[in-house]
Each structure stands twice: as structure tokens, then as C-alpha cells.
């Protein structure tokens, strides 16, 4: 890689760092904090009622579902406000003027979403120690699964960003698309307790594939097949890397 590109990718990535971490209030504690109430009323006081789920009790099935979800919240959030503030603030248009490919700047703001989910899946990682020990069956399979879904949603929410006018389109994808699509997702129960109908139409959902693949890393219990499921993360990632270069190197809805 051509020295000034390096020294490019790093800036970027250092200016996402700075910028959540500067209000860590906001975009590192309030996920770690849902989550917590989510386990304790979901998976304590309705788990016991539940009694267990696949084989496991429900609050150890629950929680890789409660990680994988902030992974994709946070990492779509965190590149679709930051790209889209530095779009209505002309950052973007010096970033295109100067000499660096779109590929770079794509991987900066994209690295900068992933770093972040990362982070707060640790945070959380470490404050699910509290209410049940954490087992790994597989770890590679769990780190690489994280990495991919967030990929997979920052490369969303910069898609999202550019295309973005106003800032109630920056809300629009995740509180009509994300969020249904996480509940329906398999993060509270598993797919295979559905009628036949929904437990079909449920493999049409992407979500369902990250959860499992990342619940197989934790408890070793899947409802799809975990090829299947990289095929998909795969997939996404590729499809969505080249959009998001294309869009960046046109500047569609970047110019004036």
C-alpha cells in the first residue's frame, strides 16, 4: 500500500476512534446498560419461567443473541451518523478532491463502526460475567462472525449515509428495517419453535444467519447451517464493499 493511503486510513480511523470515544457516555455505556436490562427481565425473570431453550437454559441462549444485536446496531449507527455529519459538513467533498481512492475512505469510516461494536461487545462480554458463566465452544468462529456482521452493517449505515438527505432518513433504515428485523431475528427464541410458514420465511432474513453463526460460537447450538450462514456473511460483505466503493468513488449524492 502506497505509504500516503496508510497515513490516510489511519486519520480516518483515529477520527472515528476520538469522536465516540469522546462521548463514551453515549455510544458505550447505553448498550452495555439495555443489554443488562434485557438479561435481568428477559433472561432472569421470564428465563425461569422459560426453562430452556434448544437444550441450554435461557439465559445462556439469550445472551449471544443480546451481543450480536448491539454488534449490529452500534457498528450500523456509529459509520451512518458519523458519515453522514461529515457529508453535510463538506468533510467528505475534501476527502474526494484529494488523492485518495474511494477504497480508503470506505475502510476508515468502516473500521471505525467495527472497532466500536467491538468494543461494546467486550463491555457487554464482560458485564454478562455477572449473571452466568461465559463458555466459547468455538472461537474463531465467534471473533470471525463479529467482525463480518459488523462489516457487513457499517458498510450499511455508510451506504445509508450517502444516500441520506435529512437526518430522519439517517433513522428511518434502523427503526423500520433493523429493528423488526432483529426481533424476528431468532435473538430471543429459536426459529425452529415456529410454525412452519414463519420458520420458512424466517430464512429470508440475514439476521438469522449472523445470530446463529454467532450463537454456535458460544453454546454450539445452531438452528441453520453454519456454511450456509458464512455464505451469507460472505456474501453481504462483498456485495455491499463494492456498492459502497462505487457510491463513494461517483460521489453520488456526495457532490454539489
Known sequence: MNPLYWVAFKTIVRKEYIRYMR?????????????????????????????????????????????ISTIINNSYSNVVSSFYSSKSQKVVEELLVSPIPSYIIVWGYVMGGVSRSIL????????????????????????????????????????????????????????????????????????????PFWSYLSHFNPI????????YGFIGKTDVSLTISYFVLISLSVILYIVACQLIKRGIGLKT
Open 208 to 215: 438469522v444467519y449472523m445470530v446463529n453463526a454467532f450463537r
Open 23 to 67: 462521548i463514551w457516555g453515549q455510544t458505550l455505556i447505553p448498550p452495555v446498560m439495555n443489554t443488562a436490562l434485557y438479561i435481568i427481565i428477559f433472561g432472569h425473570f421470564l428465563g425461569n419461567k422459560i426453562g430452556t431453550m434448544a437444550g441450554v437454559p435461557y439465559l445462556e441462549y439469550l445472551i449471544p443473541g443480546m451481543i
Open 120 to 195: 461494546v461487545a467486550l463491555l457487554i462480554g464482560m458485564m454478562t460475567t455477572i449473571f452466568v458463566p461465559i463458555h466459547i465452544y468455538n472461537v474463531v468462529v465467534l471473533i470471525s462472525v463479529t467482525i463480518l456482521t459488523s462489516l457487513i452493517f457499517s458498510l450499511g449505515g455508510l451506504i445509508n449515509a450517502v444516500y441520506a438527505k435529512t437526518y430522519d432518513h439517517v433513522s428511518f433504515i434502523p427503526n423500520f428495517i433493523l429493528t423488526p428485523l432483529n426481533y424476528v431475528g431468532g435473538v430471543f427464541y429459536s426459529i425452529t419453535i415456529l410454525p
